[in-house]
């Protein structure tokens, strides 16, 4: 039988009952708001709160301790991350985590440690993989799954970690180092900026059929985790360890990341490993570790050279240092540059800063004689001039004022920039350069590739990774398609020697229409497979696989301001370095990854890229690396809660700015919204994506506090006078 509401509250039409009765009514609304709020909140008793698996409960999100060991070898380095899960509740957990690496690291190891068990990991294709881990998730044994969801975004899922408990997992990979600025570098991410989700974009339909939408970012739940609020301090710390074998004698090793401290040891002699290690001990992962150090001057060798040699083929990795090109045979050829801005909330704080002071070097570093443009964008752009203008020095004024007015906020729209900037007619008077200068936080990289490689043209593409914690698989992979180079610039004081840098590459002749030779004549599968012309300072680094011959020289050359140039690299007496050929398989499928920006069928690839990373190893979107316990620890009829683990806000970025308000507000601006385009959010297609502290729950405590004392009020006042 129905309840009747009228037998539950006595309902009178006189003024002060129906007080009364709204007061009750408002009583129950509170009741109702107060759990929803304390749910919501991501802050209870030190810990963020998540919603279990099963929906019905919250959970403490497990707690993530992370050591990072690299050892580095010449131009090599071979890293272990281990990473700690511990679970803080009384119930049993499973702990997702999503953690960056290098764009370029070859992941091919993965062990588990429970107690004092080890279980060692295979590789498989993604699906097995994930099949093998649902099992014995579901049958109560420890597992672990290491998936790639970018070449430079993992997430580690660790299943059946027991009550007050931990299980730790370590990974391995193997990495070429970067030359820059006369020196080498490596760069360890240690946290995932949030990622702008664009929404779904319409299809262009011939003959007048149903109206279709394409999702740039159909994976974007897996690469959205949620976000710690800053409010509630920073958590995930690492511990980084380093030796440092460079086999030359070095100078200036230094850190512009963070504080570092070197053992004692004579680093101009080059005779042992130097171990660098953080001065502060564990630190947050908030901001990418960055580490440099340069050769003794007149120690570098034109050519380093390491391999790996099996029964029947040999991997090789080569880096050739070409000659320095003098001053004075620069190009007289103008240029016509075009900035391109990241004004998205994303932006906010340090970015911006370090953007703006990078755009003013470079504008008022441009010559008479070159033209220019500016384009902005968030969620829309804008240009300067319709068309490029003369660099005279009213129009730079002008365009350091714009500048100065610029604020970060809104979404990463950065396909229609993109467009504005790419396509036009070629002018063959002039050298075409794009400086685009932003963090790279997007998901639809792949959708942005294409347009890169379609639209090119003359045009040479050069990003600038801005902030603490850029995309560096988004930066790298548009210069590589776009003919360009990637500059980082980590903080506001690098911004004038970091552009200066790259303006003086820029005015200078590339060495282009390079070659390899290799000893004997033979054929020989390199990466990458079309030499890039290369600027001033910069190396020629590639990867190859060849057939065992005799031991000979490979010859080098190409054209230096319309000079020939070459050089004799010896295959004699080549140090060995059994991680070589991985580093050739993760070129190879690097490759391969890049060929569906110029039309390459995505099952082709798919087919392709497993073959390889099944045949060397490797981690990528379509193999994944899984172990498993035989024994099961968790008894099936007690239930499993899963949690994702938090991530810190990188260092420099603006909560406020970045989730751009509550998510009410979102509604109404796509509500509001003419175009797809204009949508301006940071995760905007379903709530799931939104930062976990992004939920309104302050409003909601504020509501039911506030609903609760109108109604305790009311009930004072309504007593105090007779009915």
Known sequence: MPMRFDRLFKINTDFPSLLLNATIALLLLALLILPRAAAAGDEVAGG???????GESYAKAPAVETDVRIDVTGVVARTTVSQR?????????????????PEDAAVDSLTMKLGDKVIAGVIAEREKAQKAYSEAKSEGRAASLIEQ??????????????????????????????????????????????RYIPPLRPLMVVGGGPSLVTDPVPDAGRITPPLRHPDSGLANPVRISISLNAGMPLTDIRSASHKIAIADHDAERGDGPITVTLAAGPVPADRDFVLNWKPAPGTMPKAVMFEQVGETVRHVMMMVMPPAIAADSIQGLPREVVFILDTSGSMHGDSIAQAKAAMKFALERLRAEDRFNLIRF????????????????DRIQQA?????????EGGTEMLPALKAALDRKSDPSRLRQVIFLTDGAIGNERELFRHIASRRGDSRLFPIGMGSAPNGHFMTRAARIGRGTYTF???????SPKMADLFRKLERPAITDLSVRYPGGVEAEAYPDVLPDLYHGEPLVLTAKLPLQPAGDAEVGGRIAGERWSTLVSFNSVPANAGIGKLWARDKIAALNESRAFGVEQDQVRTAVTEVALAYGLVTEHTSLVAVDVTPIRPTNVPLDSADVPLNLPDGWSYDALTGGQVEEREARAKAAPAPLQLASFANRTAVHLPQTATPAGLYLLTGLTVLALGILLLVVLRRKPA
């Not at 610039?489 to 911004?495: E, H, K, S």
């Open 48 to 54: 963020l709160l998540l919603r279990s698996e099963s």
């Open 489 to 495: 610039i980590g903080d506001l004081g690098q911004a």
């Open 378 to 393: 968030n969620n829309t752009y804008s240009k300067l001039y319709p068309e490029a203008q003369q660099a005279t020095p």
């Open 85 to 101: 899960f511990q679970n803080p509740t009384g119930r049993w957990m499973e702990g997702i985590y999503v953690f960056p690496l």
């Open 400 to 408: 350091l004022g714009y500048l100065a007015a610029l604020e970060a």
């Open 149 to 194: 969801e970018r070449p430079n975004m993992f997430t580690a899922s660790v299943a059946n970690i027991p009550p007050g408990d931990a299980i730790s997992i370590s990974i391995e990979y193997q990495e070429k180092l970067t030359w820059r600025d006369g020196g080498f570098g490596l760069r360890m991410p240690l946290v995932v900026g949030p």
